[in-house]
């Protein structure tokens, strides 16, 4: 592969409705796209899912920008690289910065899969044609409220429901699910809120109201509160923010503090990763699935991509696009079946195209750096 340049991009998105978790309030989405050119002009996409803020993570979209055009362009220029591997090797150096590199990583295989006119999914070793699906239901203003949004997801097909909680929002809002449908899978994320104190609190309210999967209650470091949530537990412990390598997911293993992995690309630095964790998770017991962040039609691309791999065997948080976004930027929105699940697109790379005008709505900013002389 001869890489000819490579593009950046700030987006801003608006959210159907504002999704708010323990972190706080989205009411626009803004993200960065990261495209690769060939110097036969095929086209490769990443979406970078830093936030605009460093929320989630240390990351955020100026710091991805900042990051891709002080160091990774450069270097790209002094050692051009050949192939996806080889744009691997010359991040590898950088530390951190993952959801960029990830970005990078992702339209570098766009651009591999596309040049031999297979799809990501296919080259990234996926099987599945269909993958199943989940929606991740922000903090609403009443237990009533989420028992509402709630209905209407399933309604709309989505079989597995996961829910933000926080300290002061989780025993009354999961009874009135509970209440409404006591038969759903039901998940809840806490993104870190709760102190290690909350250990027993969390499992009197997690079994009474037969929650199937408690994801990252405590903060990133706190290995030891998740395995003690975890013995002897009627549900699974799922990490997310605390695995972002293979270190920490060793550790995590060592203690036994992850029965479940929520695998999102941009947190561990890339596609391939994700399925190295997802892999080695699962040769401890544990199980793999496709995490979100609120992604636009391409990283939602990648995700649906990285589903198909047989590595990952429960639901993704892999919603329908018109569940964050009124406008999509891809031509054609990935929509949801009537049995949960979305279809794996089957078209060159990433299988979906943007639509121009709507992208064109949404860009900020842009700039390209050229990559060959
Ligand atoms: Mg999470």
């Known amino acids: 592969?001869?890489?000819?340049?490579?593009?950046?991009?700030?987006?801003?998105?608006?959210?159907?409705?504002?999704?708010?978790?323990?972190?706080?309030?989205?009411?626009?989405r803004q993200f960065l796209l990261v495209?690769?050119?060939?110097?036969?002009?095929?086209?490769?996409?990443?979406?970078?899912?830093?936030?605009?803020?460093?929320?989630?993570n240390e990351e955020s979209t100026a710091s991805a920008w900042?990051?891709?055009?002080?160091?990774?362009?450069?270097?790209?220029?002094?050692?051009?690289?050949?192939?996806?591997?080889?744009?691997?090797?010359?991040m590898q150096p950088f530390r951190g910065n993952r959801m960029a590199k990830?970005?990078?990583?992702?339209?570098?295989?766009?651009?591999?899969?596309?040049?031999?006119?297979?799809?990501?999914?296919?080259?990234l070793g996926g099987r599945r044609r269909r993958i199943e699906v989940g929606v991740s239901v922000g903090i609403q203003s009443t237990p009533t409220a989420l028992a509402r949004r709630v209905g209407a997801y399933l309604e709309e097909g989505y079989h597995r429901i996961?829910?933000?909680?926080?300290?002061?929002?989780?025993?009354?809002?999961?009874?009135?699910?509970?209440?409404?449908?006591?038969?759903?899978?039901?998940?809840?994320?806490?993104?870190?809120?709760?102190?290690?104190?909350a250990v027993t609190s969390i499992r009197a309210w997690a079994e009474r109201y037969e929650v199937r999967q408690v994801e990252q209650p405590f903060p990133e470091r706190a290995l030891a509160?998740?395995?003690?949530l975890a013995r002897n537990a009627s549900f699974r412990?799922?990490?997310?923010?605390?695995?972002?390598?293979?270190?920490?997911?060793?550790?995590?293993?060592?203690?036994?503090?992850?029965?479940?992995?929520?695998?999102?690309?941009?947190?561990?630095?890339?596609?391939?990763?994700g399925i190295a964790l997802a892999r080695r998770?699962?040769?401890?017991?544990?199980?793999?699935?496709?995490?979100?962040?609120?992604?636009?039609?391409?990283?939602?691309?990648?995700?649906?991509?990285?589903?198909?791999h047989p590595v990952f065997s429960l639901p993704g948080d892999i919603s329908a696009s018109r569940r964050y976004y009124r406008e999509e930027i891809l031509e054609r929105p990935f929509v949801l079946n009537a049995d949960g699940t979305l279809d794996v697109p089957t078209g060159a790379g990433i299988g979906v195209e943007l639509d121009r005008r709507a992208h064109r709505r949404a860009v900020r900013r842009r700039r390209t750096y050229a990559l060959a002389p």
């Open 1 to 28: 592969m001869r890489y000819r340049s490579l593009c950046v991009e700030q987006l801003e998105l608006p959210l159907v409705e504002p999704f708010e978790t323990s972190f706080g309030v989205e009411l626009r």
């Open 35 to 56: 495209s690769v050119a060939s110097s036969e002009g095929l086209v490769g996409w990443g979406e970078c899912v830093a936030t605009r803020d460093p929320l989630y």
């Open 66 to 90: 900042a990051f891709v055009q002080e160091n990774v362009v450069p270097r790209w220029r002094r050692h051009p690289p050949m192939s996806v591997d080889g744009v691997r090797r010359l």
């Open 102 to 123: 990830s970005a990078i990583e992702q339209a570098a295989l766009d651009l591999e899969a596309r040049a031999s006119r297979r799809s990501l999914a296919s080259w």
């Open 162 to 197: 996961k829910v933000k909680v926080m300290p002061g929002w989780d025993a009354r809002p999961l009874a009135a699910i509970r209440r409404a449908y006591p038969a759903i899978e039901l998940w809840v994320d806490a993104n870190q809120g709760y102190p290690a104190t």
């Open 225 to 228: 509160a998740h395995a003690a």
């Open 237 to 273: 412990v799922c990490l997310d923010e605390s695995v972002v390598d293979a270190d920490s997911l060793e550790e995590a293993i060592r203690l036994r503090a992850v029965q479940s992995l929520n695998v999102k690309a941009g947190r561990v630095g890339g596609p391939l990763e």
């Open 281 to 308: 998770a699962t040769r401890s017991g544990a199980v793999a699935w496709v995490g979100g962040m609120l992604e636009s039609g391409i990283g939602r691309a990648h995700s649906v991509a990285l589903a198909s």
